[in-house]
């Protein structure tokens, strides 16, 4: 079955600063997709950014880049130039096709930004 | 174009009452999905629907739980006989086609409490 986990259920970064948030899965499929979730207080579920499995390049969108190391099922989240409004539950997900649709989501990782 | 709609916000049910949540998706979206989310949780798979079919409804609890997408109107998630362990976050959300290569959108969410 396929398990997406997060070791960090909480992270703090100064304003400014770089953080990583580190996310590994489990699957036995060699084609799938991989998100990350933004959930701040309002619990409005915000796409951050999304990798398709297939494709070597790791995404990036603006401040928010990811590394996949599909060998070590590895899918980190790296927030740069963090800002105050960053704060919020971070989820990483993963695509289920077998059958269905679905995302099977981590636990999640509580980001503090410190002004 | 209005986002996911999910009605209530909030939902204040006595033990053995009825819940009914509902979603509308998004315009032109016939796929809908339902997840729960227990405090401190990430979201959990309930069931997927696409219009007046039921996909896949492998996360939902065998009893008292039931799901329909009519042709006609907003999706619905059925809770019968509620117990305090149903309080949670409800989320809904939809996109156009399956397919972890298209977004789904998510609502606000529900948030159940059964006293």
């Known amino acids: 079955a396929q398990t997406v986990t997060q070791s960090q259920p909480e992270m703090s970064v100064q304003e400014a600063e770089t953080v990583t948030l580190s996310c590994t899965y489990d699957?036995?499929?060699?084609?799938?997709?991989l998100f990350w979730y933004k959930q701040p207080p309002s619990r409005q579920m915000i796409l951050v950014i999304r990798?398709?499995?297939?494709?070597?390049q790791n995404a990036t969108e603006n401040r928010f880049s990811v590394n996949f190391q599909k060998a070590a099922k590895s899918f980190s989240l790296k927030i740069s130039d963090s800002q105050l409004g960053d704060a919020a539950m971070y989820f990483c997900?993963?695509?289920?096709?077998?059958?269905?649709?679905?995302?099977?989501f981590g636990k999640g990782t509580k980001l503090t930004v410190n002004p | 174009n209005a986002g996911v709609m999910q009605n209530p916000r909030h939902l204040v049910r006595r033990r053995g009452q009825e819940a009914r949540l509902r979603c509308s998706p998004m315009?032109?979206?016939?796929?809908v999905y339902w997840y729960r989310q227990l405090p401190e949780e990430g979201l959990k798979f309930m069931v997927y629907?696409?219009?007046?079919?039921?996909?896949?409804e492998s996360g939902m609890p065998k009893e008292r739980f039931s799901a329909e997408f009519p042709k006609e109107g907003p999706s619905i998630l059925r809770i019968q006989q509620v117990v305090r362990g149903d309080s949670a976050a409800y989320f809904c959300?939809?996109?156009?086609?399956?397919?972890?290569?298209?977004?789904?959108?998510f609502g606000q969410g529900t948030r159940l409490t059964v006293v």
């Open positions: 699957t036995s499929e060699s084609d799938y997709y």
């Open positions: 629907l696409q219009k007046e079919n039921i996909i896949d």
């Open positions: 315009k032109g979206h016939s796929h």
């Open positions: 997900a993963y695509w289920f096709q077998g059958g269905s649709e679905k995302l099977v």
């Open positions: 990798q398709e499995a297939y494709k070597q």
């Open positions: 959300a939809s996109s156009p086609m399956a397919g972890g290569n298209t977004e789904a959108f």
